[in-house]
Structures are given as C-alpha cells and as structure tokens.
RNA sequence: GCGAAAGUGGCGGAAUUGGCAGACGCACCAGACUUAGGAUCUGGCGGAGCAAUCCAUGGGGGUUCGAGUCCCCCCUUUCGCACCA
C-alpha cells in the first residue's frame, strides 16, 4: 500500500467535478409536478439582497434550509427548495453613484456573482423558478397587487407627517426607523415632513394579524410576541371633553381671520356642552378615572395647538422649543430618557361627566400619533401624569381605592383591582363594571364610545428612489387618479436615467416616463413617480415561486394550494416584524381576492443566531469579517457548510472560528479515507446485500444475528441513525447530529485493525459505509457525493432512500448502571438490558465497593430506575 | 423601567423526560512515525490530592433518595420594547 500515502482528501478537485455534474443535471434538484404523487414539502430561506458577496449569515441560513431540504428529499418528499433575489433597493442607486453604473447592470452582475458563490457552496436550489424581483416579469405583479388593492380601497393616499431619511433621500415606514434614525443608516437621524404618500391599509387586518399569531405554534414565541407588541391591541375608550369658551372678547377677536376653528366646531356657542362645542377627544383605557381627571394633556403637534399657537406667539415660542427639543432628543437617541415638560394653554377643558372645569397644557410625552394624540391626565392613578402633575403641582385626586384594604393607598396607585371613591353616582363600583357603565353613558350622551386602538399603522409604501416599482397610477388634471389599466402592465422602469443626488424623485426628471397619456381621457397626464418599498417584493415572492414564469397571472391558484403553506420558513429573527408581519398581511390579502386558501404563509419559522467573531457581530466597520470565499477555498465548502451547522445549535449565536473549520475539515478527510480504503471491500459485497438486517422468523425470534465486532459497529450504527432522524423530524441540533457522525466515524476508525485482518464481513462493512454516506448527504453533500460514487453505487445519493434505524440492532443488551451511596455516584455494575428491579438490585448489592461501604450501616431505602441507575439510602 | 433568552473546563459546546456533568470538536501536553507537515496515529486533558477521596454547572436558599435540569431570591450578559395613555 506504498501509494496509500499519496492520496489525500482533496475538496479542490471533488467539489468542481461535483458541481459540473449537477449543472448538467437540472432535474436533480428540481420540484416535480403537483400530480407526482409523492407528499409535498416547501422548505424556504430568506432570499438575500444581491449586494454582491455572500456572508457568513447567508452560509449558515442556506445550510441549514439545504440540510433540512436534502433530508426531506431522501426521505421521499416531493420538495421545493427555491432561491432568488430582493434585488430592488438603495445600495444599486448608491454604487450607481459611485461607479456610474446603472443599477440594473450592477445588480444582476451582483447576482450572476452570487449564484456562483451558492453554487460553490453545493447548495441544492431548484434555480427553473428563481424570482427577481427587479425584473418587469416580477414587478409587473406588485402592480397588478397594488391595483387590485386600491380597487379594494386597501390603498390610499394622504398627506401624513413622514420619516424622511436625508440619506436615502426618502421616507420610511415606521418599522424602518430604529432609535429615531434610519434602518439603514443607523447614525442618520429621520427628518418629519409633511408628504403625500400611498399608504396600504394594513390596519383593516390588526385585528386578524394578531388572533392568528395564536395559532402559529409553529413560530418562535418570541417573533409572535415581538408582532403582538408591534400591532398593540389595547381596549379603551374615547371620550370628548368640550372645549371652554374663552372670555368673548378674547374668542371673538381672532374667530374671522385666525386659525380655522379645528374638528368641525362653527360659531362660538355660549354653553361649553352645547352640541356646537369644540370637541378635544381623548382616548383613555381607564375611563373608570375619568372622575380623577385634573388636565387635558395634549402632544405638541395635535391641531388645536397649532390653532391655539396661532392666536398666542408666547405659547407658539414655547411650543416649538419643546418640538424642537423632541428632535434633539432624538437625534441624541435617548427620546425615552427625556424629561416630562409642558405648558399651560390657558385654555379649559369640561370633563362630559361632571361638567368639572379642567386646563389645557401641551405636553412632552403625549405622542401625536398614537390615539388620538391627547390624553385626559389622572394623576391619582397613572405613574407618567404623576410625575407630571408633581413637577407642575397640578392637583391630584384619588378616585380609585384598592378592593383588598391590606393593599397600599399610596398613589399613584395603578392596579384595576379596585373600587371608585370620589365619583359621585358611581361610587363602588369595580373598576371593570365601571368602564362598562361609564361607556355606556358616554354612547347615550354622543361624547364617546368603546374604542380599540392599535398601535400598529397603515403601511406608507411610496419611496423617492428610482430602483422600486413604479407605482400604476397616472395623475390626469380631469380625471384624478386614474389607474393604469392591467395591459398597459408593466410599468416598466426607464433604461436611461442618471442618478443624482437632488432630493425628490429620480422619474419626476425622466420626461419620457411621466409624460403619459391618459388611460381615462386621453389627455396629456404625468405619472405617479414615486416607487414602492422594496417590503412589497418580499412580500410575496415565496408565491411565485410555485410558478415563476407564469405571464399571465403572479401565479396559478392550483399551484399555489398545493405547496402552500410554507411547510418550513428558515431566517434571521431580524426580520421578526417588517417582513414576516408584512408577508401575513399580504397573504390575507390575496385571500380575500380570492387567489389562495390559506391563511397564514408559512407553517412553521425557525429564526437561526447570528454568525458573530470574537464576541462581536460581524461587520466590515469592525473589520472581523470572514468571506465564505476564503473559507471554501481553503476547507472547501463541505467543511465550512459542517462548520456552520456543528458550532453551536442553528437558533443560538456561533462564534466563527477558523480553527473549528480546520478541525471539521480533518474529520472529513478521516470518512474519506476510512471509506476509500474499504470501499473495495464493500463492493465486492451484493447489491442486495442486508445479511444482518434482521430478518423475523415465523416463531419471531432473529433468523440472522450478527456478532461481536459487527454487531458492535452495526449497533452504534443504528444509534446513529435513530439519533440523527429524531432530531431531523424537529429539534434540529444538527451540532450533536455531526457530533454523532464523528462518534460513529471514530468507532469504526477505533476497528481498523480488524477491518484490515478482514475480521468484519463485506456486507457489514458496505452496511456500515453506505449509511454512513447517507448520514453525511445532508451535511457534506459534495463528499457524499463522491463517496457514493467510490461505493460502486448508482445514481444521486439525494435519490437514495434515507437509512431505517432497526431498533433491535439498535438495543444494548447490556447496561452500566450507576450505583449511588446517598445520591453519591461509588460504582457501575453491569447488567443485562432487560433485567427487572430486583436482579438490578441484586447486583448492585453485590459490588465489592458497596459491600465495604455498606458494612455496618443501615440501608434504610433502595431507589431502583430500571435501565437508570440504584441508589442506596444508608445510615 | 418592562419583557424574553442565556450563564457549564482554556474555548465552541453536550447532557431530549429530574438519574454516571463535561459527548463531539478546538486549543494545549506527552509519545510514535517521518520524504519535517498547517500531515497521520496513540495517550492525556475541570480543580485539589501520591492516593483513597473531596470539590465543581453565575451566587444564595429550597423541594427530592437524587438537581445543570424544578421552585424562590439575587448578580451578570444578550436581545426585544421603551412615555402606546
């Protein structure tokens, strides 16, 4: 065997001859048609962003899906494992800039990139349906799903206050804001301003979005958390309080020409609880406190501010020092840390249940946005009014006492566990019964009703930028808004265009795009030039996979059924809230077009750690950034693909370290030699050959029984496999499925000397090497691969049948047992697998250590676990 | 501040139901082989001790024959939320 030393595991010459053979066979990792017969299963990874180069993310993201997808193939399944591109968005617009490229170019150069670095990597895409979403064949359909939706009234438009990042030079959703800066640009602060934006009605489905987190046990409870805190159900109710007349002299002197009177108000009418009166509606989960409601509080921004503002320059400068300082805290970071402020308006409010006369003030911590963007202040009963009403010595009453008496009175006492005091008819009454009378009065008295709030808001879609999808509407001078009629779809994005920076977007200053006909009336018109958040891509694109070439709808509906639900979505937890409550919403929409069935997109969501190096995330700022490249160039891609599985446990952090890979790398040159060595011996075992799968006789004992070494290495064997399948079908440690390939490996490793004497049979020793292939196909797919090849078997090794673990030849026939003295571990006795209570006892008794260690003393009590563990009592 | 997850050798981690703590790998140490290699093989590797043994899963208490695992209190780290009325 002098040659022996000459060869080497070489992954440098493996896995190219590996990915040449699959490229030329497009069926091998193809989904097969829905009449095929065989159980479907949909195993889906987040598609990237096509920034050119993969990461170490992506590595273990895609190992994991391919790990998962090659198992379920071996396992019979007709499977859909597909991949694309979320290749709209900034980063194309920021390298035009850069090297003057045009976007399209630069990202599907990015993704020709990519595509070669997944196919480096081995993994097992069906690339007949990749989607990318840059293309018109792609887009076309959000345009057709935005029509559809306007057409549903799930779109619309509206002047809205909006986060605009001066960096990308475009607004974004309030998901898309982190800290008060960009998502993207995490030191950018956002700006406000005051755009019109289309907006998808999302809210129409809080409701829906979170009853049914309740049933997708199979996601993380920690993502349906993160989504029932974003939607914020909160039940309350709305209550107005009527507006104080000034004095007449004061009203009447800037009625005409002043501020238009806010919420519909006309004349000044001289009752406060006239019909006529301004309303100041507030909305208030505690309305049984009404009676200890001692201000109205108001955000800066609500619009009777900005009428009282107008009539009073002092209040004014106040005012807009306090929005003023609100931006700087928030561009310091910290707008939570701030300290409650306000102002007095001079101004009164009437509480509608008691007629008490309360102030105005403008307040700090009263957000605009949620509610309706004023509050009633109970300081006797809410920590934040309070503290606000102590700062300001505002008065504070206590309407509310606790209904166990031993409970502390100290105010400000929160609990709705109590009873009303102070509040006249409705003294005594539970806080809960109180709600319900005090709403009902509000409904009788037309100053308020039930309201359930949410704090989730409607999607702002329009973005200024260039590389998204044009939104389908054409603006007409006579006919509003008209739509773009579906065959006039796509609205194609121009070729020609020259990206500046200059605020506003890029297509208003492509003539030969915003000049249009109109669809209505023929006239001269301009077109919407604003694009959609690229969120609207990712949406839905896991459908069309299902049908990706489909040119005359996003997709056929039978297809769709028979695939959907995601039987597997597999991604990072970052997106917990913006893409995985976005895709729920649009699921539920399509539904109700009447395109799907299903409910929610995906059955089950596994989100994976992060890849981190040296304790810290890695980031080319940090400079501790590993390229997938370098890692598969020096290890190949099975052991960086192994790597990133056996680290650590797929939804844990991995700390990335090379020396780990090496390791790995060294272990599959083991299986690698220890395979070839022997793959000679096997072959010259049958085709057919199972002699010590354990055959049944008619009597039920074994017919064939393998023995000593055999049955040694075939036992741990189809412990292996019984270990490996177990957490396949749902732990998914795939850290201790590796772990136990290794254990297997090193045992049979530990037998080379009697492999060598021939002390094994060929059949066990092809047994013990063909299952062996098999385990690894998951993980190491290229060296299986070859190794199934070396083995003399025919075909992929991703069509071979998945190894049955026979839970006979799995079975120990004997036991260590540990014997305790007082739960102290003295000694293992050895035991035959089977054996009851009492002859385990039995020995146990008789083990010379504990009959020197019982000598003398009392055994007060015998603890036996069959099959566990003795543990004597003694005194 | 609120909520969740986590804390085990020098390191990554294992222990699936309360039952031999440290599987597997890395690093390290010793040895073998040698065409000297970032190769391979053998052995060792939580701490203390010559040893028998004792101590040890962030800290402290508890339940139990028995606790890394269950309960209570505390500490630390990470993540999410953070004036949501």
Redesign the pocket.
Known sequence: M?EE?EL?YDPAAIEPKWQQRWAADPKLYAAEPVDCGKPKYYVLEMLPYPSGQLHMGHVRNYSIGDALARHMWMRGYNVLHPMGWDAFGLPAENAALKNNTPPRQWTLANIAAMKIQMDRLGLGYDWACEVTTCLPQYYRWNQWFFLRMYEKGLVYRKKSKVNWCPECATVLANEQV??GCCWRHETTQVDQRDLVQWFFRITAYAQELLDGLDKLDGWP??VR??QR??I?R?E?TDVDFFLEEQGSGVRDQGSDAGPSTPLGAKSAPSSAQDDNAVRIRV????VDTIFGATSVQL?PQHELVTAFTAADSRLKAQVDEMIDQQKK?REAG???????HGVPTGRFAVNPYNGERVPIWVA?????D????A??S?PAH?E??F?FAMKYGLPITQVIKPIDPAVSQELPFCSEEGVLMNSGAYDGLSCEDAQKRLQEIAVAGNFGEPKV?F?LKDWGVSRQRFWGTPIPIIHCESCGLVQVPDEQLPVVLPDQIEITQQGGSPLSRVPEFVNVACPNCGRPARRETDTMDTFVDSSWYFYRYTDAKNANAPFDPEIVMYWFPIDQYIGG??H??LHLIYSRFWTKVMRDLGLIVNDEPARRLFTQGMVIKDGA?MSKSKGNVISPDEMVG?YGADATRMYAL????PD????W????V???S??L??VW?LATKYAPLARTAGMDSHPFRIERGMDGAPSTQPTGLSLKLLRKLHQTIA?IT??FEG?W?F??C??AI??LV?EI??A?AQLAAGEVPAPVVRELLRSLVLLLAPFAPYLAAELWEELGEDGAVLRASWPQSDPALAKEDE??I?V?I?????T?VRVAADADAKAIEAAALAGE?IQSRTAGKTVI?V?V?PG??V?L?IR
């Open positions: 002098a030393t080497r982190v800290d409870e920690k958390t993160m805190n974003w914020g909160s309350g909305f208030t989960t505690r955000a805290a910290d707008l939570g840390a701030i300290e409650k700090n911590y009263i957000l605009a949620y509610g309706t963007g509050i009633m109970v809410d934040r009014d503290e709030t704090r937890v970052e917990a809230i995330k020096r056996f680290a650590a446990p844990r952090d991995l700390d370290q090379e020396d780990g090496a390791g790995v060294r272990f040159a083991r030699r270990k177990l957490d732990r440690h850290n201790t590796v772990a290794m254990e090193n490793q530990a080379d036991l260590e540990p305790q007082n739960g102290k571990l003295v293992v250590k009590k603890i676990v566990k563990l543990n009592v």
